[in-house]
T-cell receptor, first 115, second 112 residues
Framework: AQSVTQPDIHITVSEGASLELRCNYS??????LFWYVQSPGQGLQLLLK??????LVQGIKGFEAEFKRSQSSFNLRKPSVHWSDAAEYFC?????????????FGTGTRLKVLA | DAGVTQSPTHLIKTRGQQVTLRCSPK?????VSWYQQALGQGPQFIFQ???????QRGNFPDRFSGHQFPNYSSELNVNALLLGDSALYLC???????????FGQGTRLTVV
């Protein structure tokens, strides 16, 4: 079965510190991978996506993610966190299932940034 | 390009009532999917519409139904509302076979 696991429910970092959010997926075929950010009461904003090619992908707001097929992981990183990065982050895999393409989301990681 | 638009943005309903949520897909898209995001959870796939037919359904009861119109817009209907139906409902559009969907800002439904 297809699934996405985000092991960290909450993460707290100090402003200016580096950040890594973990994401592991289970999917039998080549995955299409996404990271979204959601501020309170808002919809989803796409940070970055991986379809194929270079396994290190760059996104908006200074975020990057690395696809590691051997570890079934797609971890999100940022070298220096800003207070405005406090939000909830969702990893998702795009999967074809009986001809239908849909997203499977993880349960999210809530990021808190300390001043 | 207006992107994916959903209406209304917020609404409050009473248990047992029925609600209809609306979605206009991004220009050029023909496939609409609906997701439910309960508080503190990731979005969960409800169902997908293409060519005015439901193509696949997630693990949601028959109280959840939908429709797609000839202009590709879609409605999500929920009957006999329960408190547990309170959630953010997200609409996503794409083209059949494409691998990136575009999400609307969602409709926040509160059932009291």
């Amino acid at each position: 079965a297809q699934s996405v696991t985000q092991p960290d429910i909450h993460i707290t970092v100090s402003e200016g510190a580096s950040l890594e959010l973990r994401c592991n997926y289970s999917y039998g075929a080549t995955p299409y991978l996404f990271w979204y950010v959601q501020s309170p009461g808002q919809g989803l904003q796409l940070l970055l996506k991986y379809f194929s090619g270079d396994t290190l992908v760059q996104g908006i707001k200074g975020f990057e993610a690395e696809f590691k097929r051997s570890q079934s992981s797609f971890n999100l990183r940022k070298p220096s966190v800003h207070w405005s990065d406090a939000a909830e982050y969702f990893c998702a895999v795009g999967a074809f299932d009986s001809g239908t393409y849909k997203y499977i989301f993880g349960t999210g990681t809530r990021l808190k940034v300390l001043a | 390009d207006a992107g994916v638009t959903q209406s209304p943005t917020h609404l409050i309903k009473t248990r047992g009532q029925q609600v209809t949520l609306r979605c206009s897909p991004k220009s050029g898209h023909d496939t609409v999917s609906w997701y439910q995001q309960a508080l503190g959870q990731g979005p969960q796939f409800i169902f997908q519409y293409y060519e005015e037919e439901e193509r696949q359904r997630g693990n949601f009861p028959d109280r959840f139904s939908g429709h797609q119109f000839p202009n590709y817009s879609s409605e999500l209907n929920v009957n006999a509302l329960l408190l547990g139906d309170s959630a953010l409902y997200l609409c996503a559009s794409t083209n059949r076979g494409a691998t990136e969907a575009f999400f609307g800002q969602g409709t926040r439904l509160t059932v009291v």
